[in-house]
């Protein structure tokens, strides 16, 4: 598998801890869709052998040059939100032994600063989309989303109690100069975000803004569903979030809901949950972790089987 190393890219979060929870033999059939830079991936692939299938997603035409397909492995470059119906068309629908999901940005993404998923450089142009060839940008976003949207992105998505002075503000910035880069939004922002908690603030505004461009909680309650299609039963659902929004979906998913009247139980069913929970509470890194991959600071890892 040629694959630049993977922690040139994204230093894969909880590596053993996923590995176990997959419970990997050398023939089974696993599906990690999030690729990313291929930590996981690799580590998987060493533990197969003839028979042993791994196919793995990932919609950054950046990640698909850094995986070259083999005999026991097949990349996908989709969104994993498709993730049954490329198992169906490979006839795995009730055969793949485990799922693996490592949510959130990947260390590329935020280092890379051109893609303008981070503000520690004013100058890149706003743009956020994890398949950067298709979709709109941050940049169409903010420039065309009307104030009662924007706010409710931004209380939603990035829990900002300031979201409609903020979208007050981007709506007024916006009427003079049209949004393009990373420093426009910093600049007309500014007003509502206390000197104090810059760092803090800036991070849920683009996070915020990122969930949306990329429909990432949307894609991952697709995702979830599909998971429940293409494993067989005893499979394993094996989850890594990184921030609160993405990890009360999971958990929401796999426990189920009492109440038929909230929308989780229209979406996920008041019925029983086929799940039974491996973690009962998520795996969180080891200091030892912490020291050497700060990122890896919000990372919850749940691990479930399918009844």
């Given at each position: 598998m040629d694959i630049v190393r993977a922690e040139d890219y994204?230093?894969?979060?909880?590596?053993?801890?996923?590995?176990?929870?997959?419970?990997?033999?050398?023939?089974?059939?696993?599906?990690?869709?999030?690729?990313?830079?291929?930590?996981?991936?690799?580590?998987?692939?060493?533990?197969?052998?003839?028979?042993?299938?791994?196919?793995?997603?990932?919609?950054?035409?950046?990640?698909?040059?850094?995986a070259e397909e083999q005999e026991q492995f097949t990349f996908i470059a989709s969104n994993f939100r498709h993730l049954s119906r490329f198992m169906d068309y490979y006839d795995q629908i009730g055969k793949v032994d485990a799922v693996l999901a490592d949510l959130g940005v990947s260390s590329h993404h935020f280092d890379d600063l051109e893609r303008g998923f981070s503000f520690r450089a004013e100058t890149p142009l706003l743009d956020m989309r994890m398949?950067?060839?298709?979709?709109?940008?941050?940049?169409?976003?903010?420039?065309?989303?009307?104030?009662?949207?924007l706010a409710d992105i931004l209380y939603r998505y990035g829990e900002l109690r300031q979201s409609r002075r903020l979208a007050q503000l981007i709506v007024k910035a916006r009427s003079t100069k049209t949004f393009a880069t990373v420093g426009d939004l910093i600049s007309a922002v500014r007003p509502a975000v206390r000197p104090d908690q810059e760092k803090k603030q800036l991070s849920c505004i683009f996070q915020a803004l990122r969930i949306e461009v990329n429909e990432e909680l949307i894609a991952l309650e697709e995702l979830l569903e599909g998971a429940k299609t293409v494993l067989r039963p005893g499979g394993r659902l094996v989850v890594m979030t990184y921030h609160s929004l993405e990890d009360?979906?999971?958990?929401?998913?796999?426990?189920?809901?009492?109440?038929?009247?909230?929308?989780?139980?229209?979406?996920?069913?008041?019925?029983?949950?086929?799940?039974?929970?491996?973690?009962?509470?998520?795996?969180?890194?080891?200091?030892?972790?912490?020291?050497?991959?700060?990122?890896?600071?919000?990372?919850?890892?749940?691990?479930?089987?399918?009844?």
């Open positions: 994204h230093v894969p979060v909880l590596l053993q801890e996923c590995l176990e929870g997959m419970r990997l033999s050398a023939s089974g059939v696993y599906v990690d869709v999030t690729f990313g830079g291929g930590g996981h991936s690799r580590a998987i692939l060493s533990h197969l052998t003839d028979g042993g299938h791994l196919y793995s997603f990932d919609q950054d035409p950046d990640a698909a040059l850094r398949n950067n060839r298709e979709g709109r940008s941050a940049r169409d976003l903010l420039n065309e989303y009307g104030e009662e949207q009360r979906i999971v958990k929401n998913f796999l426990k189920g809901s009492d109440d038929t009247s909230s929308r989780e139980a229209q979406i996920y069913g008041s019925e029983r949950s086929p799940w039974r929970m491996i973690t009962r509470k998520p795996i969180t890194p080891s200091a030892e972790e912490l020291a050497r991959n700060p990122r890896s600071r919000s990372a919850k890892l749940r691990i479930a089987e399918l009844i």
